[in-house]
């Protein structure tokens, strides 16, 4: 019996996807890289310089994260497009999407230093023009706004539904779910702003949930980015009842009749008799 396996051998995969960048990111990102979690934070670098900031209706001030600050902030995370200025894309033309979206990743990639290579869609609005605009910018996932509410993984990558948004009252069920899945390649990813976890009075909860997961030897904490590499290359092996053939150039690894199997970049491994 051959399962599919994250990188190391982990049956199932973790991450956060966070949008906007702002002020209670500081405190979030002390969570995950304390539980040793890995987050992918979605930034809109027009709104950076001026520090933008509102009043939510709680009373709450949400305050955007300067260059300084993110540059130090998310060095260990993976950062995302989000459009330049946070528009609600309905309505415009090819011409304004794709400058939001390539002015943003442009930005990003100056300040940060590498390839941005995610996009996550502003509020909940999403069309086949985004989506073609997405491609045309060279993304390799556009994260939409809908849930999947399934730890199965995505395969459309430009109509990523994360598993769950954090406001969800399913949120704690599918994260202890999650622990006893067999779903192969289970992956539970929350979508989310990190002020909420103030307005909703939600810190407790979410570490809470961290800390679960974190002691799990079986999860692996990775990027969207990360996930979506390893999965498209997956996708790209040949596997038989008799071999496996690995046509990426990255390990990808196996369950062979219970015994974890790496197979190299570019290499075959014969199962028989495994």
């Known amino acids: 019996m051959i399962k599919k ?7 199932k995969a973790f991450n956060v996807t966070y949008d906007d960048g702002v002020l209670q990111d500081v405190r979030f990102v002390e969570l995950l890289n304390a539980y040793k979690l890995k987050g992918t934070f979605n930034l809109n670098s027009g709104l950076m310089k ?19 600050i993110v540059l130090s902030l998310y060095s260990d995370h993976e950062i995302a497009s989000h459009t330049l200025t ?3 894309l309905d309505g415009k033309s090819e011409a304004e999407v794709l400058y939001e979206l390539k002015e943003d990743r442009n930005n990003l990639e100056k300040l940060f230093h590498r390839e941005i290579k995610g996009f ?3 509020f909940d609005y999403y069309s086949d023009l985004i989506e073609k605009c997405a491609k045309k910018c060279g993304f390799e996932y556009a994260r939409i706004s809908e849930e999947s509410l399934s730890f199965r993984p995505q395969t459309d990558y430009h109509r990523w539904k994360a598993t769950v948004f954090h406001l969800d009252d399913a949120l704690q069920k599918l994260a202890y779910d999650f622990i006893d899945t067999d779903e192969e390649l ?11 976890l103030d307005t909703e009075n939600m810190w407790d909860k979410i570490e809470s949930i961290f800390k679960t997961i974190s002691a799990q030897d079986d999860i692996l904490p990775m990027t969207t980015i990360e996930i979506v590499d390893y999965l498209k290359a997956m996708e790209n092996a040949e596997i038989t009842d008799s071999h496996i053939i690995n046509n990426s150039d990255k390990s990808l690894y196996f369950s062979v009749n219970g015994t974890i199997c790496e197979v190299k970049p570019a290499s075959l491994l014969n199962v028989i008799n495994r």
């Not at 396996?5 to 049956?11: E, I, Q, R, W």
């Not at 001026?50 to 300084?68: A, I, M, P, Q, Y």
């Open 5 to 11: 396996l994250y990188p190391f051998g982990k049956a």
């Open 50 to 68: 001026n520090e933008f900031e509102w009043v939510h209706e709680s009373g709450c001030v949400v305050k955007r994260l300067n260059e300084e």
């Open 86 to 88: 946070h528009p609600y």
């Open 120 to 122: 996550a869609v502003p």
């Open 186 to 196: 289970a992956l539970f990813q929350i979508v989310g702003h990190s002020y909420d």
